[in-house]
């Protein structure tokens, strides 16, 4: 794939970039190495200077930036504008919130028959990030900020269509004050991701991606012997029972499917509705959709904008065709329009059957799909038919469904009356599919860092006071 800006709402290919050489990147890891040979002694005040000057150019650069997303992937500029902030925001959450999440936590000593025993959190090294385009600044920064604060580095493999907002990062972070190579934009095709991470210097993987690019890394890994932490698919549930307000499920239901232009992987994709409220739902929902304005991604007004690549609208437009063709009906949207830019209409597809694509894979744009059932079991039962596990939602007033939605629904995330999103202070993942290892909060700080216990006896005549029958 070629390393490109092209601007989805025309098609026009903006900016090109030759494909980094072996010396280079070899010589990128060399930096990040002594870079994280330097970073690591650093006082965690120290970092949280570094990560607090790039919220501040975060925040100065808000506009130019958004812009710059928007020409690079398609989001609607309001939207970017956005996702700008809430960097800056995360970048000051972990500011200001790691010498808790780092500090030394003390174990009962008498226990394990020691003077003194706690558990240390300290960095492992440069850190691999293969990134997606749908979240340029996001998907990064959530781990770029906890990974940086705890003292890593990190060797980015951004996505091939948003080299501008990947060339952006790294010279965010070399202006905010840290050390040359502590973080650095690898201009790469994803055949040179296997040797990146079999390089030793290289200690950890991240990735939010497909499931074919985890499994991929997740097979490097393993035979290197390295820590991974998966984000992959996920096509989440939306499950409304008769106690809730419809108004505003209908209402939030229409954001989740199309944020983002309905490309995330924790937007609601199957709106799982009770019978007795099925058809009033799926009326205000499908009015909501229906009303949505697509156009200019620039524009104030428009609420959707084009899909990110051209291949990307075939596909869905594919998914929903596939539906129509055996029987599905389409409540608005499902036609692919002409013209300049790889636009989709905000779709709802109903009548919806397991042979169906749209029944079992995820739809990467602003297309729901809505299910009828007659009973919280077996609501339960659709929204866990999945190979997915990411995000899930749930809409009820009644408190006991609430809290049994809370455990059985099998996802990383439960969102009760309200939308699927991730927050700093949070932990954010999946199970099955949708991978593994957490993003955000202290847990995503702690995946890049070595969880050591320190055991100190009283000194000379106490050497074995810690030895037994049971010591491994």
């Known amino acids: 794939m070629p390393i490109a800006t092209t601007n989805p709402a025309t ?37 949280a200077r570094w990560l607090t000057a790039a919220a501040d150019l975060l925040d100065a650069e808000r506009d130019e930036t958004a812009r710059l997303m928007t020409t690079e992937m398609g989001k609607t500029y309001a939207a970017a504008k956005a996702e700008v902030t809430k960097c800056a925001t995360a970048c000051r959450f972990y500011a200001g919130n790691a010498p808790r999440m780092l500090a030394d936590e003390p174990a009962d000593a008498a226990a394990v028959k020691a003077k003194r025993a706690y558990v240390r959190y300290q960095p492992i090294g440069p850190v691999l ?17 906890p990974a940086l604060m705890a003292g890593n580095t990190g060797l980015l493999k951004h996505a091939s269509n948003v080299p ?15 050390p040359e190579g502590a973080f650095a934009t690898l201009l790469v095709g994803s055949d040179a991701v296997d040797r990146i991470l079999s390089d030793p210097r290289v200690r950890a993987a991240t990735l939010t991606g497909s499931e074919p690019a985890g499994r991929s890394i997740a097979q490097i890994a393993g035979r290197e012997i390295k820590k991974t932490v998966l984000e992959l698919g996920g096509s989440d549930p939306f499950v409304v029972m008769p106690s809730a307000d419809l ?60 899909l990110a690549s051209e291949r990307g609208r075939d596909e869905v437009h594919a998914q929903v065709t596939d539906a129509v063709d055996q029987g599905a009906t389409v409540l608005c949207g499902g036609e692919k329009p002409s013209g300049d830019g790889w636009y989709y209409p905000p779709t709802v597809v109903t009548d919806l059957r397991p042979e169906m694509r749209m029944w079992s894979e995820e739809v990467f744009g602003p297309v729901a799909g809505l299910y009828r059932v007659g009973s919280y079991d077996e609501a339960i039962e659709v929204a866990n038919g999945t190979s997915f596990g990411l995000g899930s939602n749930a809409w009820t007033n ?29 932990p954010f993942g999946g199970v099955k599919n949708s ?3 957490r993003e955000l909060s202290a847990a995503g700080m702690r995946e890049f860092c070595n969880t050591k216990t320190v055991w100190i006896g009283e000194g000379e005549g106490e050497a074995g006071a810690g030895a037994g029958a049971h010591s491994e």
């Open 11 to 47: 098609g026009q290919v903006l900016k090109t970039y030759e494909a980094m050489s072996d010396e280079q990147i070899d010589a990128a890891i060399e930096r990040a190495d002594l870079a994280f040979r330097q970073l690591r002694d650093t006082t965690i005040a120290q970092r």
């Open 247 to 306: 108004d505003t499920a209908a209402e939030v239901a229409t954001t989740a499917r199309c944020q983002n232009n309905g490309q995330s992987c924790i937007a609601a994709k199957r709106f799982i509705v009770h019978t007795d409220v099925f058809d009033a739902f799926a009326e205000k929902f499908a009015a909501r959709m229906a009303a949505l304005r697509v156009g200019d991604p620039m524009d104030d007004g428009t609420d959707v904008g084009p």
């Open 398 to 426: 009644d408190p006991a469904e609430q809290e049994r939605f809370a455990v059985d629904l099998d996802a990383g995330n439960v969102f009760i009356n309200g939308m699927t999103t991730s927050y700093p202070e949070l």
């Open 164 to 178: 501008q907002t990947a060339l952006y990062l790294e010279d965010l972070f070399r202006r905010a004050g840290f």
């Open 129 to 145: 990030a293969v990134m997606p385009w749908n979240f340029p600044l996001w998907q990064v920064m959530r781990f770029a900020a």
């Open 435 to 437: 991978g593994y290892g």
